[in-house]
């Protein structure tokens, strides 16, 4: 492993590693997308209509808003909201990241008998947590689990809890980072 250029520029320093980025950023987003009800099954053909760009600010929930078009592509239907949409790809490369750095701490060579690049791994500990924070009560909404009606009043404020904690994760697993580096 070549140690050389700090922060995000040595961990996204090939393109490997950014199409790792981005393959991760892509599966949160669809995943988070489906749970949250953007992304269903029920279609047939295809069609593109865009109708309601001046719903593009109005909220559905706290950090959810109203979706402006439909897309149908085979079986899927998506009830296309740009700001839920960008959301959600924001968690994914958040989380994405948090997983390139806490790989890159765990692949550097060891310097000490303590095992720093271990240790290491709990600076990014926080923001991995953070990423299934979001999807992890809808999934429980979603499969009709008993207790999915106390989780549902919770979802709400996950979503400012888990960027909070991604982008803490993010910045200490960097901090890590440059000192071990």
């Given at each position: ?5 700090p ?32 992304i ?105 689990v ?27 697993g ?7 580096e």
């Amino acid at each position: 492993m070549s140690v050389g250029r700090p922060g995000l520029g040595g961990v996204l320093g090939s393109p490997g590693r950014c199409l790792t980025l981005g393959l991760i950023a892509c599966g949160y987003a669809l995943l988070y997308l489906w749970l949250g009800g953007d992304i269903a099954g029920g279609g047939s053909g295809w069609q593109a209509s865009f109708p309601a760009w001046s719903r593009l600010l109005e909220p559905r929930g706290p950090l959810q808003f109203e979706p402006v078009g439909l897309l149908m592509a085979g079986p899927l239907v998506w009830t296309f909201s740009p700001l839920n949409t960008l959301l959600s790809l924001l968690m994914g490369m958040l989380l994405g990241l948090n997983l390139l750095v806490g790989w890159r701490l765990w692949r550097l060579p060891r310097r000490c008998s303590l095992r720093g690049s271990s240790l290491g791994l709990l600076a990014v500990l926080p923001g991995l947590l953070a990423g299934g924070a979001c999807c992890a009560p809808l999934l429980v909404i979603w499969l009709g689990v008993p207790v999915a009606g106390a989780v549902a009043g919770l979802a709400p404020l996950l979503v400012p809890v888990a960027l909070l904690l991604l982008l803490a994760g993010l910045w200490l697993g960097l901090r890590q980072l440059a000192q071990a580096e």
